[in-house]
Every structure is written in structure tokens, then in C-alpha cells.
């Protein structure tokens, strides 16, 4: 595991403009999920995976929130456009992110860029990380992240 401990006690702004802090939320399990960028493909089949499954997450008093260094804006307009009912958080200033440590070295078209390594991780109802997923394949991932909260 990283150095991660707990929910980080950092305020961020949600898809709404409005200020969340995680650390505030105790007594939800919560699974916060980092992703590249809004609208795109491996991106939006993971927000579809787990807006399907999020009644089930619901039923394990879970709390669901994407993250990325996406602008509230461009949050939003994902949200509409796919209709998830979860909240997605913007890290434009990358607090969370290196946080985490999620922002990584990536090869894209030839070219060394920084980027969000896709990652996710589960906390208990007391703020404590259980578990992380580090380069995570969009697809069936929600599945696994459910299973393991339904396990807690």
C-alpha cells in the first residue's frame, strides 16, 4: 500500500461547484476512483460501470466519487451527458492527486507526458484506507470495487 492512511481532511470542489471534504463523511464506507480525463473512452466506460452498480454500493453504505483534474464545468457537463447520479470531484490544483500519488509518467503518442494513473481507493466508515487499486483496467473494475466493499 502507499502512504495513504485516511481520507485526506483537503476541501474540493464537486461537479455542483460545491465544497466537499471526504474527512466530514464518516460513518459511509467511501470509494474514491481517479481517472485521466472527462468524456473519453476507458473514462467513461468506468463512469457507466459504476453508475450501474451504485445502487449496490448504496445498499453497502457506500458513498461513490470520481476525481480527476477536470474543471467543474466539464464535470458537469459528463454528468448531464451520461446521467451518472454520483458525484465527480474537480482537482484542478492537484491536492488530491498528489495526495495519492496517482499523477504518473505516461507514454502518449510517442511523447512523455504527466497524467492520472487510473486508481481507486475504499475507506472504512472511520475515514481508514482498507484497500487501493493502482493501474486499474477500466472495464470490470467497479465490479471488483463492489465485491470488495460488499466483503467489508
Avoid: W
Wanted: charged letters at 30%; hydrophobic letters at 35%.
Amino acid at each position: 500500500m502507499s502512504g495513504v492512511k485516511s481520507v485526506p481532511k483537503i476541501d474540493i470542489q464537486n461537479s455542483k461547484g460545491d465544497t466537499v471534504n471526504l474527512a466530514k463523511l464518516a460513518g459511509q464506507n467511501i470509494v474514491l476512483y481517479f481517472y485521466p480525463k472527462d468524456d473519453t473512452p476507458g473514462c467513461t466506460i468506468e463512469g457507466h460501470e459504476f453508475n450501474k452498480l451504485l445502487p449496490d454500493f448504496k445498499k453497502a453504505n457506500c458513498i461513490v466519487f470520481g476525481i480527476s483534474r477536470d474543471t467543474v464545468k466539464s464535470h458537469d457537463k459528463f454528468i448531464c451527458k451520461y446521467g451518472y447520479n454520483f458525484e465527480l470531484l474537480s482537482d484542478i490544483d492537484e491536492k488530491f492527486c498528489k495526495y495519492f500519488d496517482v499523477i504518473k509518467e505516461k507514454n502518449m503518442y510517442g511523447k512523455t507526458v504527466l497524467g492520472i494513473e487510473r486508481s481507486t481507493f475504499i475507506f472504512s466508515v472511520t475515514g481508514d484506507l482498507i484497500k487501493e487499486y493502482r493501474k486499474v483496467k477500466a472495464e470490470g473494475h467497479a465490479a471488483i470495487v463492489l465485491n470488495d466493499v460488499q466483503s467489508i
